[in-house]
C-alpha cells in the first residue's frame, strides 16, 4: 500500500498571501495524484489531477507540480474562500487508492 | 449535470450490516469510461477509499475491509449499492460516493454530498 504524506497539519496564512502544501508518496506515484478541497459540512471538491492538471471551474491561483515521490500543491493569493482541509490523493498502485492526512489551511 | 446522493440508515447497531444507495445522474452505469466510488471520512479524520465498481462489472475493494465489502450496481436504476457486513463503532464516518473515471484516470469527481452513518446500540 502507498502512504501518503502531507505537511505541515496545518498551515496558517494571511488572505492575499501564497499557501504550499506538501505531499509525499512512500514510493514513486509518476504523476498520478489528484488534490482535492473540502469545507467544513461539505464533500470534497476535485482541484487538480495529474499532479499539475485544473479541473474544470479551477481558479488559475491553484497549481499542483511534482512527480515521483513529492508533490506540492500552491496556493497563489489565498481568497477567504480557500480557507478549508486539502488532500491530495494517488492512483498509480491500487488498490487502494489512498488519500493523505489533509493539511487545514486557516486564517492567521 | 452529474450528480450523485447517497441513501441510507443514520443509524445502525453493532454487529449489523450497512446498505448504502448511491443513485447517479447525468452519465449512465453502462458508460465504459466511468465507474462509481464509495469513500468514508470518519468525524475529524482523512479520507479513506472502500471500493468501486465500473460497467464491465469490474470490483475493487479495499484491502483492510475487503472481507466485510461488497459493492453492486443495478444499472436500470442508475444506483450503486455498498454493503458493510459486521459493523462496529469505529464505522462511523461520513459515507461518499463519486464517480470514477476507469483506465490509468482513477480520481473522485463530482461527490455526493454524503451520508452519516453512526454505530451505537
Known amino acids: 500500500e502507498i502512504v501518503m504524506t502531507q505537511s505541515p497539519a496545518t498551515l496558517s496564512v494571511s488572505p492575499g498571501e501564497r499557501a504550499t502544501l506538501s505531499c509525499r508518496a512512500s514510493q514513486s506515484v509518476s504523476s498520478n495524484l489528484a488534490w482535492y478541497q473540502q469545507k467544513p459540512g461539505q464533500a470534497p471538491r476535485l482541484l487538480i489531477y495529474g499532479a499539475s492538471i485544473r479541473a474544470t471551474g479551477i481558479p488559475a491561483r491553484f497549481s499542483g507540480s511534482g512527480s515521483g515521490t513529492e508533490f506540492t500543491l500552491t496556493i497563489s493569493i489565498l481568497q477567504s474562500e480557500d480557507f478549508a482541509v486539502y488532500y491530495c490523493?494517488?492512483?498509480?498502485?491500487?488498490?487502494?487508492?489512498?488519500f493523505g492526512g489533509g493539511t487545514k489551511v486557516e486564517i492567521k | 449535470q452529474v450528480t450523485l446522493k447517497e441513501s441510507g440508515p443514520v443509524l445502525v447497531k453493532p454487529t449489523e450490516t450497512l446498505t448504502l444507495t448511491c443513485t447517479v445522474s447525468?452519465?449512465?452505469?453502462?458508460?465504459?469510461?466511468?465507474?462509481v466510488s464509495w469513500i468514508r471520512q470518519p468525524p475529524g479524520k482523512a479520507l479513506e477509499w472502500l471500493a468501486h465498481i465500473f460497467s464491465n462489472d469490474e470490483k475493487s475493494y479495499s484491502t483492510s475491509l475487503k472481507s466485510r465489502l461488497t459493492i453492486s450496481k443495478d444499472t436500470s436504476k442508475s444506483q450503486v449499492v455498498l454493503t458493510m457486513t459486521n459493523m462496529d463503532p469505529v464505522d462511523t464516518a461520513t459515507y461518499y460516493c463519486?464517480?470514477?473515471?476507469?483506465?490509468?484516470?482513477?480520481?473522485?469527481?463530482?461527490w455526493g454530498q454524503g451520508t452519516l452513518v453512526t454505530v451505537s446500540s
Open positions: 463519486a464517480r470514477i473515471r476507469g483506465g490509468s484516470y482513477k480520481w473522485f469527481d463530482p
Open positions: 447525468g452519465f449512465s452505469l453502462s458508460n465504459a469510461r466511468m465507474g
Open positions: 490523493q494517488q492512483y498509480n498502485n491500487w488498490p487502494p487508492l489512498t
